[in-house]
Structure formats: C-alpha cells, structure tokens
C-alpha cells in the first residue's frame, strides 16, 4: 500500500445502504406522479409513466440480445427524446454506457470504440451510419419489446458510464465512474440545490460531456422537469426562449455557453433569464465581471456555483456558491469547499501534504474516485496512486478552508471548458507528410499551432477536421522557422507566440457592409480581421461567437434571419450579400463542410470533458 495512505484521512466510503439507489427513486416517482411531465424537448415531451415504460422496453430489448452487468454499451444519440429513456435503459439492465458524439470525426469514433472494447452501439437509424466495426441497436427498433419492469441487479462497485477524455499519447482515453461516487454527486446535487418538483433543468451540453451526466437524472429523481434543447446549434434567441418559457430554474454549463446569454439579456432588464435559480457553471475559470451586472440586478434571483472536478472523480469534488452578497469576498474566484465523503489534499511532489498557503498539486480522495481508464492500466496507475487521483492542478488552501486553483503543472490546457491535451493535438498535426515539427500552446482561451513545415493553413485544418473534434483544431497557425529554446535546451513555449510568423489571408477591400461585419468580427475574436472572403471559422471562430455575432447582426440591420445561416455564409462577404436586399450569395461548399464542422463543435461546448 502506498505510504500516501497514511497521510490522507480516509473518507467515509458510500456503504451498500447509504443512499437509495437513485433509479429505484426514478421509478418511485414514476409511480407516485405517472401524469407529470418528465421530459420536454423540440419534438414533444414523455410524462414519467411514459419515460418509465419507454425505459423499460429498451432494458428488456437489450437483456434479450444478453446484454447486462459488466457489459459497456456505446450511446450514439443527440439531445432528444429517446436520449433519457436509453440512458435509463442501459442501467435498468445492469449495463454501463459510453456516450459517443455522433458529430465527431469517423477516425475519433473508431478509436473511441476500439479503445474502450466496445461491442454494440446504442443508436437511432438515421445516425447508425457513424458508427463501424461494432453491433448497432437502433432505438427505434425496440418498441415490440415488453415493458415489464426490469432493474437488474447491480453493486455501488459497478460503472455506471465511462466518458472520454483527451490523451497526451494521441489516443482519447475513456475515464470509468462507478455508482457509488456518481449517487453521492446526485444526492449533494440535489441537495445542496434543493431541487424538488417545482424545477425545470435545461441541458444543452452533449452527452459526451462529463458535466452533463447528473442534470439527465437528478430532476427525474426529485420530480422536476428536464428540458432538452434538441437542436445542435447554440442560439442565444433560443436558448433564451425556453429558460422564459418552460421556466427553467436551473442550468449547468461552461462559463463560454452561459456569458453569451446574460449578455444578450442585458437589454431587457435580464428579464430572460429571471425564473433561474442556479447557474451552475464548470469547465474553465469563471469571470465575476462578465457577471456582476447581471448577478446585482433586482430581477436576478439566481447564484452561479462555481463547480470543480475531474472526469475521473465523477465530476464535482468541490463547490463555491456565488451572489451578489459575496463577490467581493475574494480577489479570486474560489473552487470553494469539497462536497460530502470527497477529500481534497495539497500535496508536494513527493506527495505529502503542504500547509494553508502552500501551492501543491490537488489530489482528490473518497467517494468520488472512479475506475480509471478502461483497457489502460498504465495510465491509470501513472495519476491514481492508492487511494487518491492525481489531477496535475495547482492550488492552495486558505486557513478558512477555501480551496483557490492556481493554474496547471503539465500541458494539459482548459480551452473553452474542453480539458485537452496539447500532446494530442502535436501528435496529429506531426503526422502530416508537410510538418517536421509542430507545438500547440493555448493563449486567451485559444488554441495557437506552431509549425516547421511547408503545409498550409487549409491542409492542416482539414488533416486535423479528419482526425480531432472541431474543439481541439487550432483557432490559429503560427509558420515558424526555429522553436526558441530555454537555457537548458527544452523548447520555450512562452517565447512562443513573439518570435511565430502568422500565416495570414491577403487584405482585401469591402463594401460598407463588409466593413461593419469585419469591425464586429475584430471585436469578438479580439484581433485585426480586414479580409472579406477570409473564412470566419479558420479565423479562430467558433460556435459561441456565431451565436453572439448573429444578435448583434440583427441589432445592428433590423433584419430577423436563422442562425443556420450564419454557418452557411462564413465569409464577411457572403453574410453582406446575405444582409443585401438584391442578395443571395450561396456559400461554396468546401465553406459549408467547414461551417458544418463548426457548428458540430458547439454539441462539445454543450457537450466537451471533459473536465
């Protein structure tokens, strides 16, 4: 055993009977209140007595084809209906389930499920083309099924999923949770937020995401709503609409999704975004500026609860509630207090513990450790050492208790609340036939290549599009002759960014028009842009900008235009003709496969983490 275990108080594990097993209080809830609406989505809704009966036709249909405890089931699935009632379905047979992004490239997709053994994917027919080399079960097909109630037999040892995470070897490993760390997320959770029948839950993250986990379940166990926006782009018109309508009282998602939307609700007196209660956001550092007007203003009721952890320790090991009364509490935005039966240690390098004060590495402990990753004992002995995960943050313990993060010890980078491994990104861009050598750094939330080759930007972009989600594709390249070197001969990767030649379109002149939307484009992406036909998204655009530029065009021109659009017309010149009265500029299709590929991206933002 490792000395380590001596120093670490041990926790209080989740024993068999400490929490009742919270799809058991599903189905309690589906028979006390059948009627009551569980799930409402673009397409429909499913009250409880539906999402029970739906779930248990999927669980049946699967034990049928001998699928059951110990066994990982791929989810290939969007936000929709059929989403809750599979994931509900998998686990009423035992089984655990691995959520596979159908927007991904093919080539991630075929390593997800070669990496983590996958034998079958759940799937709907329309999507069962992404998916190769594995057994398909189309939802679809399992109506037929009986609906007798199934929950089989399983232990607080067992998995319940396993979400993929970016690898530093170039391969995405697949972190496993077990039931017992994940019931302890969701009775805090639900808890601490004293969520009860009277919430609605909007998602808009992927399944994919490790955050999005506990919001599919914890309102279907406290007699809430959940509400899915299932569409796969980010509109903030939309998004807005449905916290309004369905008022929603509870949303979780990174800080990059959620600001767009206090932003866009600045001009009505944030009367969007009243009926909130909780914003619950993780990922990446939150910024008190980019909320403070929102969270002082008298028609805000809510608190953000600044929510920390690893994808390998269930999600959430520590908290920090935030409102107007406490934002000045702190010069820094705290990752708060541990949650019930998780520890928090900081630990030197040697890995015994340091004072209050003391910047050590965060290393977690308790119920919320998970099962490693699957089929890789290497790398889960390498950050699971005895009884604690080893998650590569730096942070410090003030004497009150509050825990402050104090940035990375490795590459590993957090962009866009994606955890990614920069080694990944260098390990894909170095196989292309034109790159001698390529380092990725990330700066301003941004990813930035640095490259010795001759390739050029288009050929990159596509190489990694091929290969990586759109989240881990460089915002920018930078074409550089020499890596500047520190003294002991290790590549300088603050130094960077100063010495990079940018590979850069050539300036072209524009219309008035071109004008504004290059003006407006400069501002969000904070940088010079003067090229009208340069392409927005290899510009380092992204899905969340899309969302804000598209308010902005319709303030700015008084004209109300879907934000698909916006993906098909991703040159400042296509949106001008776009925005003419005499117009219709199609975009050409190589800018519509990009555009696509772009928009995908944002099922990450709602969807990547990973964490």
């Known amino acids: 055993m490792s000395p380590l275990v001596d120093r670490i108080p041990n926790t209080d594990m989740c024993s068999p009977g400490s929490f009742d097993r919270w799809t058991d209080r599903f189905v309690r809830m589906s028979r006390q209140h059948p009627a009551k609406t569980a ?42 209906l059929d989403l809750p009632a599979a994931l509900l379905g998998i686990l009423k047979c035992g089984a655990a389930y691995v959520p596979l992004d159908p927007a991904y490239p093919s080539a991630r997709i075929g390593q997800m499920i070669t990496s983590a053994k996958l034998e079958t994917v759940l799937t709907q027919r329309e999507l069962a083309g992404q998916f190769s080399d594995v057994r398909i079960i189309c939802i679809d097909d399992v109506a037929k099924a009986s609906v007798d109630e199934r929950v089989s037999a399983r232990e607080n040892d067992d998995p319940i999923y396993a979400i993929f995470t970016s690898g530093s070897t170039g391969q995405p490993k697949a972190a496993s949770v077990y039931h017992r760390g994940f019931a302890n997320l969701l009775e805090w959770y639900s808890t601490e937020l004293n969520l009860g029948p009277d919430d609605s839950t909007l998602v808009i993250s992927s399944p994919s995401f490790d955050l999005t986990q506990k919001n599919f379940y914890a309102p279907l166990i406290t007699g809430g709503t959940l509400v899915l926006d299932d569409c796969q782009t980010y509109d903030i018109s939309r998004i807005s609409t449905l916290i309004r309508d369905q008022r929603v009282t509870l949303i979780n998602c990174t800080p990059s999704a959620f600001y767009p939307l206090v ?49 390998e320790c269930t999600d959430i090991c520590a908290f920090h509630r935030l409102h107007r009364g406490n934002l000045d509490d702190f010069p820094f935005v705290p990752l708060g207090r541990e949650i019930p039966n998780v520890q928090v240690s900081i630990l030197d390098e040697s890995l015994a513990p340091l004072t209050d004060g003391e910047i050590g590495e965060l290393c977690i402990s308790g119920a919320g450790i998970g099962g490693g990753y699957l089929n890789d004992a290497a790398r889960t002995a390498a950050v699971f050492t005895g009884s604690i995960y080893r998650t590569g943050d730096l942070a410090k313990r003030h004497p009150s208790g509050i825990l402050e993060f104090r940035g990375r010890a490795d590459h590993q980078v957090k962009v866009n609340g994606f955890r990614i491994e920069l080694g990944e990104i260098e390990i894909a861009l170095n196989e292309h036939r034109d790159v001698r050598e390529a380092i990725v750094i990330a700066s301003d939330n941004r990813l930035i290549a640095h490259v010795q080759g001759t390739a050029d930007l288009a050929a990159l972009r596509e190489h990694l599009a091929n290969r990586l989600p759109a989240y881990m594709v460089p915002a920018e390249f930078h074409l550089i002759e020499n890596f500047p070197l520190t003294p002991n001969g290790k590549v300088d990767r603050l130094a960077l960014t100063a010495n990079a030649t940018r590979i850069s379109h050539p300036v072209a002149t524009g219309t008035s028009m071109e004008s504004r939307i290059l003006t407006l484009w400069a501002e969000i992406l904070d940088r010079p842009v003067s090229d009208a036909t340069a392409n927005f998204f290899d510009l380092g655009g992204n899905s969340i900008y899309v969302a804000i530029i598209h308010v902005r065009l319709m303030e700015m021109t008084g004209i109300k235009f879907p934000i698909t659009e916006l993906f098909a017309l991703p040159t400042a010149r296509s949106i001008a003709g776009f925005l003419s009265p005499t117009s219709g500029n199609p975009a050409n299709a190589s800018s519509q496969d990009r555009a696509r590929r772009a928009q995908a991206s944002y099922s990450k933002f709602r969807h990547p983490t990973n964490r």
């Open 39 to 80: 799930i409402i989505s673009g397409s429909g809704i499913l009250s409880y007595s539906d999402l029970h009966t739906r779930s248990n036709q999927i669980a049946n249909h699967l034990l049928a084809l001998g699928i059951g405890r110990g066994k990982f089931v791929g989810l290939g699935l969007h936000r929709s």
């Open 263 to 311: 932003d866009a609700a600045a001009g009505d007196g944030y009367a969007a975004l009243s009926t909130l209660r909780f914003a619950v956001l993780g990922g990446e550092p939150i910024s008190v500026t980019r909320l403070r007007a929102w969270l002082e203003h008298p028609n805000c009721l809510a608190e953000v609860v600044n929510s920390y952890g690893p994808t």
